[in-house]
């Protein structure tokens, strides 16, 4: 079943006199446990994409369903809720808050939710041992390499146990085995947590983690590829750098 679903998606920007077609009916899915990837070229409507999937903007036209529940129809307070119960974001830029250390910077979402992070002990040292930071629990974000930093944010998604997680170019300012590393990562909470997790990347190592991957062009879906997680990974890597050649990109 579908946890992130949306219709016919159309974003229209106003630039002055000029209307920018951002998006011209998308159709997109993802469901429980499935890693989906968005490739394109550079202003194919990506992140607008990824930020009308996670509601962080509203869509010109079209609908987003996130766990059955349609976002254009929840009132400011509705969404922000359902977007911060459902939803994890990683960014590029880690957006990590410098003045508190890593393991705060986890905590942030729970304490934004009004809970005790007390509570959340369990879950925190479990994610800290996934993303390999347990001796940086107290270091702050400038004590720690690119790769670290992107490490806190990705567990500081996952806290609250999103169903899912939206990542814009998570690897895109990290060297390519700290970006293997963190790919990694998000496979293994797909799988291990059953999350639906989607990836823009320019990169085809990344997108050779999803099962799918999804390329834009001028605001619509160009191509859709399916991928078989049993191929070996430059198998897989081959048929999206076919596709990506196929379409200039
Ligand atoms: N806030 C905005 N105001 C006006 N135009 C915008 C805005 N955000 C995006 N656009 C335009 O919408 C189009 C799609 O942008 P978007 O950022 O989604 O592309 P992208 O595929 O993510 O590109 P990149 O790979 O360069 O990040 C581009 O033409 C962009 O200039």
Redesign the pocket.
Known sequence: MSVLQASQLI?R???GVHE????NGVDFEAAAGEFVAIM????????????LLGGLDAPTGGTVMLAGQELSGLNDQQATLARRRSIGFVFQFFNLLPTLSAEENILLPILIDGKKPAEFKERLDQLIALVGLEERRTHKPDQLSGGEQQRVALARALITQPAILLA??PTGNLDSNTGKAIMELLRRSCDDLNQAIVV?T?DARAAAFADRVVF?RD?QVERRLQLAQDEAPAQRMRAIIEIMESLEL
């Open positions: 974003k920007y106003q630039l920018v077609n951002a998006l394109g070229p550079s202003g194919s409507g990506k992140s607008t994409l990824l930020h814009d170019e823009v320019h834009l605001g």
